[in-house]
């Protein structure tokens, strides 16, 4: 069961739109479309933001997308702002009936 | 308001055993599924196990499994994970979250009860 795999972080100015890449194998991320992306605060819980490769629960900023190529899931987003400062995971079902999280990527709002 | 909180977290020394409860409040918690995810200290998140709403279909992540069982009391609104053979690896945070029915997302998550596996 390895983790998906995340960049451990990446950076962007308030304003501007950035990606995070989450790449699994055709087990996991390429073989279903379950995959879901968290963020994570310092010190706080996780929070859903996308479920089902591109959804969003109610009350989460438009701001928030995110799609699937193959093996790879991404989550955009734009209009950055100072409090997306966060880590963000995604995270997929497997093949083995178990979810699978990616390393975490740390985002900095410069 | 939709819950859950997560109890039972503490110091063991490796070999041992803890039980750790979630309660579940303000949604019908017999209708949902459940797992426990976990984060050590500095690190990302594990997910650990799944169970179903009538206890019939449980999953478990290697790292755990046979060493860990998860239960529910749907009568008590209440998710267990009975944690046996600790090791200092299975220092964390612990988190129950509630299954969305949404490809496995998890859409309510506990604040945490901290395990601490230490001699």
């Known amino acids: 069961q390895s983790a998906l795999t995340q960049p451990a972080s990446v950076s962007g100015s308030p304003g501007q739109s950035i990606t995070i890449s989450c790449t699994g194998t055709?087990?996991?991320?390429?073989?279903?479309?379950?995959v879901s992306w968290y963020q994570q605060h310092p010190g706080k819980v996780p929070k859903l933001l996308i479920y089902?490769?591109?959804d969003r629960p109610s009350g989460i900023s438009s701001r928030f997308s995110a799609s699937k190529s193959g093996n790879t899931a991404s989550l955009t987003i734009s209009g950055l702002q100072t409090e997306d400062e966060a880590d963000y995971y995604c995270a997929s079902y497997s093949s083995i009936s178990t979810i699978l999280f990616g390393g975490g990527t740390k985002l900095t709002v410069l | 308001e939709v819950q859950v909180v997560e109890s039972g977290g503490g110091l063991v020394q490796p070999g041992g055993s803890l039980r750790l409860s979630c309660a579940a409040s303000g949604f019908v918690f017999s209708t949902y599924n459940m797992k426990w995810v976990r984060q050590a200290p500095g690190k990302g998140l594990e997910w650990l196990s799944h169970?179903?709403?009538?206890?019939?279909?449980?999953y478990y992540a290697d790292s755990v499994r046979g060493r860990f069982t998860i239960s529910r009391d749907n009568g008590k609104n209440f998710l267990y994970l009975q944690m046996n053979s600790l090791r200092d690896e299975d220092t964390a945070v612990y988190y129950c979250?509630?299954?969305?029915?949404?490809?496995?997302?998890?859409?309510?998550w506990g604040q945490g009860t901290t395990v601490t596996v230490s001699s």
């Open positions: 169970i179903d709403t009538r206890s019939t279909t449980i």
């Open positions: 979250a509630r299954d969305s029915g949404r490809g496995g997302s998890m859409d309510v």
């Open positions: 055709s087990s996991d991320v390429g073989g279903y479309d379950y």
């Open positions: 089902l490769v591109t």
